[in-house]
Nanobody, 133 residues
Framework: QVQLEESGGGLVQAGGSLRLSCAAS??????????VGWFRQAPGKEREFLAA????????YYPHSVKGRFTISRDNAKNTVYLQMNSLKPEDTAVYYC????????????????????????WGQGTQVTVSS
């Protein structure tokens, strides 16, 4: 399995921006064969899907709750996926995780597949994002 490490979290004021990074280690399988998703979990709440990106980066997926504020991108040459977060709100405070998967992913899959955390094989340890009011 690929190893993932998130970075870029921290404390930011409401209205501010952060860019999270998800760096992948070599796993024997090209990073470009993995779809990558971002999720978050706040204390006492369920894990929430935020964004996903296909193998090549040609397709991106967002729930309505963050569309227009969050942007996912990837640089396969650097084995890294990014999550740009703008107009942050206190309710965005959570631990943010990236996840990678390769089985079943593809351009034919709908948002529902990419947003299902059970379809991802590898997870990072998470990075804390705190938005102050």
């Amino acid at each position: 399995q690929v190893q993932l490490e998130e970075s870029g979290g921290g404390l930011v004021q409401a209205g501010g921006s952060l860019r999270l990074s998800c760096a992948a280690s070599d796993s024997g399988r090209p990073f470009s064969s993995y779809a990558v998703g971002w999720f978050r979990q706040a204390p006492g709440k369920e894990r929430e899907f935020l964004a996903a990106i296909s193998w090549t980066g040609s397709s991106t997926y967002y729930p309505h709750s963050v569309k227009g504020r969050f942007t996912i991108s990837r640089d396969n040459a650097k084995n890294t996926v990014y999550l740009q977060m703008n107009s942050l709100k206190p309710e965005d405070t959570a631990v943010y995780y990236c996840a990678a998967g390769w089985r079943g992913f593809g351009p034919h899959r709908a948002l529902s597949y990419y947003s299902d955390y059970g379809n991802y094989d590898s997870w990072g340890q998470g990075t804390q994002v705190t938005v102050s009011s």
